[in-house]
């Protein structure tokens, strides 16, 4: 990254441990680097329980690291960041609240007019595809539905930075397509920079930029790679592209090489 | 129906019709064989005076607890009016059930939400807890007097670590993820306890005050018996005092109506507060 542009995300050597119950120190980060460019897709793939949600922990401002440093636009990560939105894997829209209420809990929170971040989150709800449902509670919805609602309820806040974990891995195949086109209808105008963290391999080429796989735990960026499929990019067909096919090789030649090593370790 | 299943994604399908239609048999079947369990119980009662098993000296008799309830309904019972002793009583339980949930809330909320003041309090609070609550009525007595008040102050004590520990503990039980999805979309400490918090705690709050008011009554109607010059307790104490078996159980049919109203006003607040729910839902 040149000076001129700074990066919308960037850790440096950054390390994150937990103590065990039973005592013992357990390293999930260790020398972490990545370098994310404002309005960049990137994706991280890694075995399972390799500090994939650590490193959007870290990012978001909800975790401190031990050791390094994480910057959102050259600027220290010190608690939550107003630029950020996260969506998480599980269902986290609020039970109690209809999707109108969901999706206006950002602005409201934020101190937005309550008639303003209602025309807004009627907008939002709109866009994802959601009109109709404004008075339903999420238990009416489906599990397709209610990760709509979060990212209205997300992109609503115009975040500038986007932090996604593994957010379609509870949805079945034909939905999870659906949600990646929409997301990255969305992303293509919001223009946001994402960290993706994903275990689907098909689902980081199809929608990043870049792919960083991670090394087993204490993780590292084991290696990162540079997704050169045009976009605006169909989900549906991509994946049976021969570029896209010699790409997924690649890969996960390096992502195996690691799942087997994590596995012999445990 | 026809229009609304057009706009809405739930249908009203013949699948629901038929869960509906089940559920209401089922509903009929409980109704039935609880009204068959009180006519035995009852019945072997009566009967069991009757045939001279039980003696009604001590037990009483059905018949007898229905002639005394009359009795006290049409000419005043010994102490004044019925409804008086009733009125009394329900004021000390709902004013202590009302201090004690609402102190027990605001407790509860605050020492969940701060780790600090929890780990300060909590010893005390178990302290307390385990302490044999009914005691601290003589104490009231003797500070308070004979009135409401040694009543109320009783009957809080009785409701608010019920209510205090379900509040603790729907706090602290509150889902990780919506609190810190509530953070990244910009709540404050404040907000996140009005958004977050208190929401997901609601249904372990009212579930607690299901119970307590039971306690409170509980609390009452000891305070009462300890020492009062109205109420239900003192109406108990003064038929146990002329061996009138009838008038203890009047008495306490009278209460457990009481206990009964309270409890079905609960339950519709309760329906009220948790629409969101989906079995609530399915109630409507």
């Given at each position: 990254?040149?000076?001129?542009?700074?990066?919308?995300?960037?850790?440096?050597?950054?390390?994150?441990?937990?103590?065990?119950?039973?005592?013992?120190?357990?390293?999930?980060?260790?020398?972490?680097?990545?370098?994310?460019?404002?309005?960049?897709?990137?994706?991280?793939?890694?075995?399972?329980?390799?500090?994939?949600?650590?490193?959007?922990?870290?990012?978001?401002?909800?975790?401190?690291?031990?050791?390094?440093?994480?910057?959102?636009?050259?600027?220290?990560?010190?608690?939550?960041?107003?630029?950020?939105?996260?969506?998480?894997?599980?269902?986290?829209?609020?039970?109690?609240?209809?999707?109108?209420?969901?999706?206006?809990?950002?602005?409201?929170?934020?101190?937005?007019?309550?008639?303003?971040?209602?025309?807004?989150?009627?907008?939002?709800?709109?866009?994802?595809?959601?009109?109709?449902?404004?008075?339903?509670?999420?238990?009416?919805?489906?599990?397709?539905?209610?990760?709509?609602?979060?990212?209205?309820?997300?992109?609503?806040?115009?975040?500038?930075?986007?932090?996604?974990?593994?957010?379609?891995?509870?949805?079945?195949?034909?939905?999870?397509?659906?949600?990646?086109?929409?997301?990255?209808?969305?992303?293509?105008?919001?223009?946001?920079?994402?960290?993706?963290?994903?275990?689907?391999?098909?689902?980081?080429?199809?929608?990043?930029?870049?792919?960083?796989?991670?090394?087993?735990?204490?993780?590292?960026?084991?290696?990162?790679?540079?997704?050169?499929?045009?976009?605006?990019?169909?989900?549906a067909t991509l994946r049976y592209d021969e570029r896209f096919i010699a790409i997924a090789r690649k890969?996960?030649?390096?992502?195996?090489?690691?799942?087997?090593?994590?596995?012999?370790?445990? | 129906?026809?229009?609304?299943?057009?706009?809405?994604?739930?249908?009203?399908?013949?699948?629901?019709?038929?869960?509906?239609?089940?559920?209401?048999?089922?509903?009929?079947?409980?109704?039935?064989?609880?009204?068959?369990?009180?006519?035995?119980?009852?019945?072997?009662?009566?009967?069991?005076?009757?045939?001279?098993?039980?003696?009604?000296?001590?037990?009483?008799?059905?018949?007898?607890?229905?002639?005394?309830?009359?009795?006290?309904?049409?000419?005043?019972?010994?102490?004044?009016?019925?409804?008086?002793?009733?009125?009394?009583?329900?004021?000390?339980?709902?004013?202590?059930?009302?201090?004690?949930?609402?102190?027990?809330?605001?407790?509860?909320?605050?020492?969940?939400?701060?780790?600090?003041?929890?780990?300060?309090?909590?010893?005390?609070?178990?302290?307390?807890?385990?302490?044999?609550?009914?005691?601290?009525?003589?104490?009231?007595?003797?500070?308070?007097?004979?009135?409401?008040?040694?009543?109320?102050?009783?009957?809080?004590?009785?409701?608010?670590?019920?209510?205090?520990?379900?509040?603790?503990?729907?706090?602290?039980?509150?889902?990780?993820?919506?609190?810190?999805?509530?953070?990244?979309?910009?709540?404050?400490?404040?907000?996140?306890?009005?958004?977050?918090?208190?929401?997901?705690?609601?249904?372990?709050?009212?579930?607690?005050?299901?119970?307590?008011?039971?306690?409170?009554?509980?609390?009452?109607?000891?305070?009462?018996?300890?020492?009062?010059?109205?109420?239900?307790?003192?109406?108990?104490?003064?038929?146990?005092?002329?061996?009138?078996?009838?008038?203890?159980?009047?008495?306490?049919?009278?209460?457990?109506?009481?206990?009964?109203?309270?409890?079905?006003?609960?339950?519709?607040?309760?329906?009220?507060?948790?629409?969101?729910?989906?079995?609530?839902?399915?109630?409507?």
């Amino acid at each position: 990254m040149t000076a001129a542009s700074p990066s919308a995300i960037e850790l440096k050597h950054v390390a994150r441990r937990f103590v065990t119950p039973s005592g013992e120190l357990l390293s999930a980060l260790e020398d972490f680097d990545l370098s994310i460019a404002p309005g960049e897709f990137c994706a991280i793939v890694g075995p399972t329980g390799c500090g994939k949600s650590t490193t959007l922990g870290l990012i978001a401002g909800l975790a401190r690291p031990q050791a390094g440093e994480v910057t959102l636009f050259d600027k220290k990560v010190d608690g939550v960041d107003r630029r950020v939105g996260f969506v998480f894997q599980q269902d986290a829209v609020f039970p109690w609240r209809d999707v109108l209420g969901n999706v206006m809990a950002g602005p409201l929170f934020r101190g937005v007019a309550k008639d303003k971040a209602e025309v807004e989150a009627r907008d939002w709800i709109v866009r994802v595809g959601l009109k109709g449902f404004e008075g339903h509670h999420p238990h009416q919805l489906s599990g397709g539905m209610r990760k709509r609602v979060a990212l209205a309820q997300t992109f609503i806040n115009n975040p500038q930075v986007l932090l996604m974990d593994e957010p379609f891995s509870a949805l079945d195949v034909q939905t999870r397509e659906l949600m990646q086109e929409e997301l990255l209808q969305l992303w293509a105008q919001a223009k946001s920079a994402v960290l993706f963290v994903t275990h689907d391999l098909d689902e980081a080429i199809l929608l990043a930029d870049r792919v960083a796989v991670l090394t087993t735990r204490p993780a590292r960026v084991k290696s990162v790679h540079t997704i050169d499929l045009p976009r605006p990019r169909d989900v549906a067909t991509l994946r049976y592209d021969e570029r896209f096919i010699a790409i997924a090789r690649k890969i996960n030649d390096d992502l195996r090489e690691e799942v087997l090593r994590a596995r012999a370790g445990h | 129906m026809a229009d609304s299943s057009i706009t809405t994604p739930l249908p009203a399908d013949p699948k629901l019709e038929t869960a509906i239609e089940r559920m209401r048999r089922h509903d009929r079947l409980v109704l039935t064989l609880r009204l068959a369990v009180l006519v035995f119980l009852i019945g072997g009662w009566e009967l069991g005076v009757r045939a001279g098993l039980i003696d009604p000296f001590f037990f009483g008799q059905p018949s007898g607890i229905v002639v005394k309830l009359i009795d006290w309904f049409q000419n005043g019972t010994s102490i004044g009016p019925l409804w008086k002793q009733i009125w009394v009583t329900i004021y000390e339980a709902g004013a202590g059930f009302l201090i004690g949930a609402v102190m027990g809330i605001l407790c509860g909320i605050a020492l969940g939400r701060n780790q600090l003041l929890s780990d300060v309090f909590s010893i005390y609070i178990k302290v307390a807890n385990s302490i044999p609550r009914v005691v601290l009525g003589s104490i009231f007595i003797v500070a308070l007097g004979l009135g409401a008040a040694s009543k109320i102050a009783l009957a809080v004590v009785m409701v608010f670590f019920v209510v205090f520990a379900n509040a603790f503990q729907g706090v602290r039980e509150a889902d990780k993820n919506l609190i810190a999805n509530a953070r990244i979309l910009g709540a404050s400490n404040w907000q996140m306890t009005r958004a977050v918090v208190i929401p997901s705690a609601l249904s372990w709050i009212l579930a607690s005050l299901h119970v307590s008011f039971g306690f409170a009554l509980v609390g009452a109607i000891v305070g009462e018996f300890l020492g009062a010059r109205e109420g239900m307790g003192l109406l108990i104490a003064t038929a146990q005092g002329s061996f009138d078996s009838n008038g203890v159980f009047a008495a306490m049919i009278v209460i457990a109506v009481v206990a009964l109203v309270a409890e079905w006003i609960l339950t519709l607040i309760e329906n009220r507060l948790l629409t969101w729910r989906p079995d609530a839902t399915i109630n409507e």
